[in-house]
């Protein structure tokens, strides 16, 4: 290490020493401010409790691994290959020990790899090289209705009926198909409903969806956005929305869970107000299937489309999940069509005389990929050792941890402004010059009631610099423009001990990154 960043390094150990001693959010204020809207009480109070309990502070690895020893869901982790520090390209062996697991926390955006994968996929391969066409009809994953097999389990999951979800194409293919159907505009009801900042492909598919139909995307898409100077959206100011444009607007259609702030909408309670107005209402579930407990035909949800694997980790690019309630069976709301979506019971009289599956089976347009399914199947068999409550009861304890653990070390003081920086907050020592210090923002709420496994987090410093270094020494997350990294603590493969340890190279990474700058 040269003495330029050495002199660096220890500058910025000494500011961050320094910023921890100061007037920062403590975890009782976090309770506090949060406790006037919550039901029940913050995960916070949990922890602190449980800490005083055993007698080990927060802070402290015994704590972490404490926590570990008693999650009744600890094991689940041995079903999937989590990847080593060793095998990860970004990572600078130097700085970590190689044979340890990386800190994965990314299934936000990929899960990782169940251990039945390769084993199922295998099954299917040689199947098609000794049985070839047979395996159409052969095995315990037939290619003619593997997906078929799948759908409940699946269902389950999302909280649907039988024959309200079927698996199919990708997630922005399967909302095109279903905006077909469900965006019918008129003249005096022809607007779409989304977020602001919705995922670009969201916002393309019903961009091009209103052109398709003849309208213009300036005057029939609404964009929610949060208020001035908040992160996410209320959800009085959405009802708001609804209640004054209810009348023009044909569809609602947002996330379950907002994809760069992690935040969880009330599906329930706008669904029920859309309807109120007469509006379709859909939702792309991407961040939030497996992650958040849905309940769709009992929220009487119209429509809703999703990936596989996030959350559900069953490979990148894996068939989508699509979702229509029964009460739109019979109706004739027009759709594209194709051989797989006609009842298996006369599809092949080849007659050309379309008769579709009721339910989201005639949303098919193409046979199902065999050798996608058995990730699928992978992945939902682990999904069958719990139940998504259980899976939200830790991951509310996760996030609580890495929230308060982010509080303790890096946030900010009551006298923040706007840039991060703070005033007045410099060293005891008068001759210091002033300087500015490494703070973290939460831009996910702390309402454990409006959030899932994602915490969005948000730097006074570069962040593409703390991304780059938090790889170098196997932080797996992932960076979004403009100022956000996201770290996704999944319940059902990540511990407590995986968030000590991300605090310890989120340290060693804020400290690198300052020398570079």
Not at 145 to 171: P, S
Not at 344 to 360: C, H, I, S, V, W
Not at 383 to 403: A, D, M, N, P, R
Request: charge should be negative; charged fraction near 25%; hydrophobic fraction near 35%.
């Amino acid at each position: 290490m040269n003495s330029f960043i050495r002199a660096s390094v220890e500058a910025m150990s000494k500011l961050l020493k320094h910023r921890r001693s100061s007037s920062v959010e403590t975890y009782e204020s976090v309770i506090k401010r949060t406790k006037m809207s919550l039901t029940k009480s913050h995960p916070m109070e949990e922890l602190l409790s449980i800490s005083k309990e055993i007698g080990h502070e927060i802070e402290t690895l015994e704590f972490a691994r404490h926590m570990d020893s008693v999650d009744p869901l600890r094991h689940l982790r041995q079903e999937f290959h989590y990847p080593k520090m060793r095998t990860l390209g970004s990572v600078d062996q130097s700085l970590v020990n190689p044979d340890e697991d990386c800190v994965y926390f990314c299934g936000n955006s990929l899960g990782i790899c169940p251990k039945k994968t390769r084993e199922y996929i295998n099954i299917e391969v040689e199947k098609w090289e000794k049985t070839a066409i047979e395996g159409h009809t052969n095995g315990d994953l037939p290619w003619a209705w593997c997906d078929e097999g799948l759908d409940d389990q699946m269902a389950t999951i999302v909280g649907a009926r039988k024959g309200e979800v079927g698996l199919m194409n990708g997630l922005t293919v399967n909302l095109h198909l279903l905006l077909i159907s469900f965006y019918r505009p008129t003249p005096t009801r022809h607007k779409i409903l989304l977020e602001g900042h919705a995922f670009p492909s969201d916002h393309y598919a019903i961009e091009s969806q209103i052109k398709l139909k003849g309208y213009n995307p300036e005057t029939s898409m609404i964009l929610i956005e949060p208020r001035e100077g908040e992160h996410t959206l209320r959800l009085e100011d959405i009802l708001k929305v609804i209640e004054e444009q209810g009348d023009t607007i044909a569809v609602i259609c947002l996330a379950g869970v907002q994809y760069y702030t992690g935040q969880k909408f009330d599906m329930k309670t706008i669904t029920q107000a859309g309807h109120n107005k007469g509006c379709a209402v859909g939702w792309d579930l991407a961040h939030a299937v497996g992650n958040v407990e849905i309940q769709l035909h009992d929220w009487n949800v119209d429509f809703a489309c999703w990936c596989t694997y996030k959350y559900l980790n069953s490979g990148a690019g894996s068939l989508a999940g699509l979702y229509v309630h029964e009460k739109h069976y019979n109706n004739d709301y027009p759709r594209l069509t194709g051989w797989w979506g006609h009842k298996l019971e006369t599809r092949f009289q080849m007659d050309n005389k379309f008769q579709p599956y009721p339910g989201a089976l005639g949303y098919r347009l193409s046979n199902t990929p065999g050798l996608l399914c058995p990730p699928i199947k992978a992945s939902l068999e682990v999904f069958q050792k719990t139940t998504i409550s259980e899976l939200v009861e830790k991951s509310h304890l996760l996030t609580g941890y890495l929230e308060a653990r982010i509080i303790q070390e890096y946030g900010y003081p009551s006298n923040r402004s706007q840039n991060g920086d703070c005033a007045n907050d410099n060293s005891n020592d008068t001759n210091d010059k002033p300087a500015k210090h490494v703070y973290v923002e939460i831009l996910t709420p702390s309402d454990h009631d409006q959030r899932g496994a994602q915490l969005s987090l948000s730097f006074s410093v570069n962040i593409t610099k703390v991304f780059e270094e938090l790889m170098k020494r196997g932080v797996m997350c992932d960076e979004r423009k403009p100022k956000v990294i996201r770290i996704a603590p999944v319940p059902l493969y990540c511990s407590f001990e995986d968030v000590h340890r991300f605090m310890k190279y989120l340290d060693e990474a804020l400290h690198a990154a300052h020398a570079l700058e």
